[in-house]
T-cell receptor
């Protein structure tokens, strides 16, 4: 099993450009999450999907959109990138199908390092 | 302190020594989780301890939870250079406002 995979690993964008970060998991998990990690800030939740067909905002959703394409895939889209979105983005999944996977552990992908110039 | 705040921010020890890391939180929780992050990698789950548990072990890891003091500790015994990483606690709250909140992390350096 590959676990949680993310593409791309690195990306450089210019302000105003758009891009989609892809995430897939092969563990048959119900819930999936997108986080960003900034120095000194820990991990902050952007969006999550408790189960296929549902998505909800997290702590820092502004400037992002998500799509839960199917049970395996959860993508994060930046419509018009800004320098403040320079960060490392992590996708995670958990078995829990209710909310936030609070009863289960989360499995993380390797991350996408995004720089917006 | 914010929910899931770790202490110290950084810790440097010699190989073979024990490392103790602490996490404090403000509101009642359902469970508390510890994660490790090696440089440039994603987070890896270490231990989940529920609010009705006081202590859990996993190999060289020992986690305690004191709900009266709203604090948890992670002890790594007989540390190895490979334990060098950042460690995060995450507090889980269930109910209408369910969430899992990560702290800012502790940087552990184990010197060979």
């Amino acid at each position: 099993n590959a676990g949680v995979t993310q593409t791309p690993k690195f990306q450089v964008l210019k302000t105003g450009q758009s891009m989609t970060l892809q995430c897939a998991q092969d563990m048959n998990h119900n819930s999936m999450y997108w986080y960003r990690q900034d120095p000194g800030m820990g991990l902050r939740l952007i969006y999550y999907s408790a189960s296929e067909g549902t998505t909800d905002k997290g702590e820092v959703p502004n400037g992002y959109n998500v799509s839960r394409l199917n049970k395996r895939e959860f993508s994060l889209r930046l419509e018009s990138a800004a320098p403040s979105q320079t960060s490392v983005y992590f996708c995670a999944s958990s078995q829990d199908g209710t909310a936030f996977g609070v009863m289960n552990t989360q499995y993380f992908g390797p991350g996408t390092r995004l720089t917006v110039l | 302190s914010q929910q899931g705040e770790e202490d110290p921010q950084a810790l440097s020890i010699q190989e073979g020594e024990n490392a103790t890391m602490n996490c404090s939180y403000k509101t009642s929780i359902n469970n508390l989780q510890w994660y490790r992050q090696n440089s440039g990698r994603g987070l890896v789950h270490l231990i989940l301890i529920r609010s009705n548990e006081r202590e859990k072990h996993s190999g060289r890891l020992r986690v305690t939870l004191d709900t009266s003091k709203k604090s948890s500790s992670l002890l790594i015994t007989a540390s190895r250079a490979a334990d060098t990483a950042s460690y995060f606690c995450a507090t889980a709250i269930t109910g209408a406002n369910s969430k899992l909140t990560f702290g800012k992390g502790i940087t552990l350096s184990v010197r060979p």
